[in-house]
């Protein structure tokens, strides 16, 4: 075990609960202040708390693991991908924020829930957002327990390392909600930022520079410096689907979504739409390009996942690969505290508020919101050191499309006035279940994935529940005339400041 490593750990996690502690002493009166920091995020912390929040433990290591199989490609496919998620935070999130400013929105059900005026949209919505999320928080959760096993080596179990991840975040959102949360994502956007650039430096320098690193690495595997791709993988319809699913999924995450609402101002998200692409480019290079250059480093024989620790610990000094692996653990941190501040705005807000009509919670909201943080994180653990297999291995993995099928729903309540509440309602309920069900058959064997005609899941799955939600839409009663024109005044004409 490193002493080093672990004083930095150590330091990081002290930072991170201090951090808690001050931003707690500040009064929170209400769910906005806590759920939402009072709606006065600036233009840098705005965009400081997307990326930071965005990129999860993926990010460090699932990149540079993709990158070890498949290729320079893999960094036009995510970078080029997530960068035109710049084009949601203009097409959704000023729309969003407008909504979130003129109706006190706080969750993204309620988004929905004011726009047609019915419990059974919100619900649904609901459904699908927890139901892709608990999930997720799990993931990052067992991320950072095997993240601390591993820096430890062994000293803290896996057990251990995952509940102290568990304490760490549970106890700074309780002091601060979403204050805290993005004061430690800019921490962490910081230590990751510092990690990438510095990572890269070395394990450079270590290979003789970048010319000799990628020489080495195009003369052992020259089928990851071109079209299509180690194992073929990057076709035209892969290339196009990646670059459409994140833009259509990425904003749909309920911790990204809920970051529409926060902002102080559309110069805010607009400064973020301009700023987050060039993030985007630069920091994605840096797991790419270590994850190709592994095939210029011998003695790598692990999981293609472990790459970046492998090259970071082989070329550079103790010191760095104890920062390098913290930028991980901030990766996975800044996600996890996000998605357990949203999942306990939508639960309080969504299911106990409208189930209870608001009367059982007068005046304990934020006790409410606070102890389901508490409840979640619990959750999230428990599935975390219990092997509950393949349920939650299957949610995870069905993410991003599952998502993205809300898209066509979230587009059509901001742009399309003729929209229904059943439309939205069935769109989400028949793509969800036709994606569940090929997903279930191709896993058993029973179905090829010829139905997708070589595209990702995602885009068929999206174009049949835009039909449904356009055909049922035409075939129901839209809003009231009074509730459409309100909802549409205030995201068309909404304030600027």
């Not at 084009?87 to 979130?100: D, E, P, T, Y």
């Not at 210029?296 to 103790?318: C, Q, R, Y």
Request: glycine content about 10%; proline content about 5%; aromatic content about 14%.
């Amino acid at each position: 075990m490193n002493p080093t490593t672990v004083v930095i750990f150590v330091l990081y996690l002290a930072a991170l609960l201090v951090i808690g502690l001050v931003v707690g002493r500040r009064r929170i009166r209400t769910p906005t202040d806590y759920f939402l920091a009072g709606r006065k995020v600036g233009p840098v912390a705005l965009l400081f708390t997307l990326a930071a929040t965005n990129f999860s433990a993926f990010f460090f290591f699932g990149f540079a693991g993709a990158s070890f199989k498949i290729g320079y490609g893999y960094y036009g496919i995510m970078a080029v991908g997530t960068s035109l998620m710049a084009l949601s935070f203009f097409f959704i999130g000023r729309r969003v924020w407008r909504a979130g400013k003129r109706f006190g929105l706080i969750t993204p059900p309620e988004l929905f829930s004011v726009r047609y005026g019915s419990p059974m949209v919100r619900y649904v919505t609901l459904c699908a957002f927890v139901l892709f999320t608990i999930p997720y928080i799990a993931t990052q959760i067992t991320g950072g327990g095997i993240a601390l096993e591993s820096l430890t080596d062994k000293a803290v179990p896996y057990e251990l390392g995952a509940m102290l991840v568990t304490f760490v975040i549970s106890a700074y959102l309780l002091f601060g909600g979403m204050r805290s949360d993005i004061i430690t994502d800019i921490l962490q956007g910081a230590v990751m930022l510092v990690a990438a650039l510095a990572g890269l430096g070395f394990v450079a320098s270590g290979l003789g520079g970048l010319q000799r690193a990628n020489e080495a690495a195009l003369s052992n595997a020259p089928e990851l410096f071109s079209f299509p791709g180690g194992g073929g993988f990057i076709t035209i319809q892969i290339w196009f689907s990646y670059l459409v699913l994140w833009m259509m999924c990425d904003p749909l995450f309920p911790h990204i979504f809920q970051r529409f609402y926060i902002a102080r101002s559309e110069k805010a998200l607009r400064f973020s739409m301009v700023a987050y692409p060039v993030v985007t480019m630069a920091l994605f290079a840096f797991p790419v390009m270590v994850g190709v250059w592994g095939h210029a480093s011998a003695g790598f024989s692990g999981a293609p996942d472990g790459i970046l620790p492998f090259m970071v610990k082989e070329n550079s000094p103790s010191l760095l690969y104890g920062l390098v692996m913290a930028g991980g653990f901030a990766a996975l941190m800044s996600t996890a505290d996000s998605q357990l501040l949203v999942l306990s705005s939508m639960l309080t807000r969504d299911l106990c508020k409208t189930l209870f009509k608001g009367k059982l919670l007068r005046g304990r909201e934020l006790k409410l919101g606070r102890l389901l943080v508490l409840l979640i994180a619990g959750i999230g653990l428990v599935i975390a050191l219990l092997d509950l297999g393949s349920i939650f291995d299957i949610l995870t993995r069905t993410t991003f499309t599952g998502l993205a099928v809300l898209f066509p729903a979230t587009i059509a309540a901001l742009y399309w006035k003729r929209s229904t509440a059943w439309g939205v309602a069935s769109s989400i309920l028949v793509g969800e279940v036709f994606y569940f069900t090929t997903f279930f058959l191709q896993e058993k064997g029973i179905m090829d994935g010829s139905w997708t005609f070589g595209f990702l899941p995602a885009i068929p799955v999206v174009l049949l529940s835009t039909m449904v939600l356009i055909s049922v839409s035409v075939l129901t009663r839209p809003p009231g005339k009074k509730r459409v024109d309100e909802f549409f005044k205030a995201v068309e004409n909404g304030p600027s400041q």
